[in-house]
T-cell receptor, first 110, second 114 residues
Framework: AQRVTQPEKLLSVFKGAPVELKCNYSYSGSPELFWYVQYSRQRLQLLLRHISRESIKGFTADLNKGETSFHLKKPFAQEEDSAMYYCALPFSGGYNKLIFGAGTRLAVHP | ETGVTQSPTHLIKTRGQQVTLRCSSQSGHNTVSWYQQALGQGPQFIFQYYREEENGRGNFPPRFSGLQFPNYSSELNVNALELDDSALYLC?????????????FGPGTRLLVL
């Protein structure tokens, strides 16, 4: 069965520290993975997708098929990065029907 | 460009009642997906509408139903409400010439069932 697991409910770091938000998945075939973010009092929005191999707001994520992981990383956290982060992958055959993980709250302290 | 809007923002119902939630898709988008987000959980896919037809459904009972209109706005109907239906309901639009693969989420409707 397709599943997304985010093992940490809360990740608390100080400004300037490196950040790694963990995401593991189970999927048959070649998955397409996403990270969504929700800042306080804002709506859920796409942060990045693995097929674009892009860096958004300093965040990157690499798909590791061997470890079935798609961890989100940033070398130097900023206070404005504080938010809920959700890892997601599409249902088989439905690229815009998503399965979300439970989310990780990132708290960046000054 | 108008973003995804949802109404109402908050709603309180009692067990056994019926509720209708509304979503207006972003301009140019022809696909609307609905998600349920319980407290402390990620969004769970309920179903999707594409050009007024249901186009996929998650693990939700038939008392969750929907509609999509010719202007691509959508409704989510829930009959015989249960306490566990208390959640944030999100809609997301995508597709069409303007949207492509990305989903754009609305602010959500928070439903409380007493």
């Amino acid at each position: 069965a397709q599943r997304v697991t985010q093992p940490e409910k809360l990740l608390s770091v100080f400004k300037g520290a490196p950040v790694e938000l963990k995401c593991n998945y189970s999927y048959s075939g070649s998955p397409e993975l996403f990270w969504y973010v929700q800042y306080s009092r804002q709506r859920l929005q796409l942060l990045l997708r693995h097929i674009s191999r892009e860096s958004i707001k300093g965040f990157t994520a690499d798909l590791n098929k061997g470890e079935t992981s798609f961890h989100l990383k940033k070398p130097f956290a900023q206070e404005e990065d504080s938010a809920m982060y959700y890892c997601a992958l599409p249902f088989s055959g439905g690229y815009n029907k998503l399965i979300f993980g439970a989310g990780t709250r990132l708290a960046v302290h000054p | 460009e108008t973003g995804v809007t949802q109404s109402p923002t908050h709603l309180i119902k009692t067990r056994g009642q019926q509720v209708t939630l509304r979503c207006s898709s972003q301009s140019g988008h022809n696909t609307v997906s609905w998600y349920q987000q319980a407290l402390g959980q990620g969004p769970q896919f309920i179903f999707q509408y594409y050009r007024e037809e249901e186009n996929g459904r998650g693990n939700f009972p038939p008392r969750f139903s929907g509609l999509q209109f010719p202007n691509y706005s959508s409704e989510l109907n829930v009959n015989a409400l249960e306490l566990d239906d208390s959640a944030l309901y999100l809609c997301a639009s995508s597709g069409g010439l303007a949207g492509g693969r990305d989903q754009y989420f609305g602010p959500g409707t928070r439903l409380l069932v007493l």
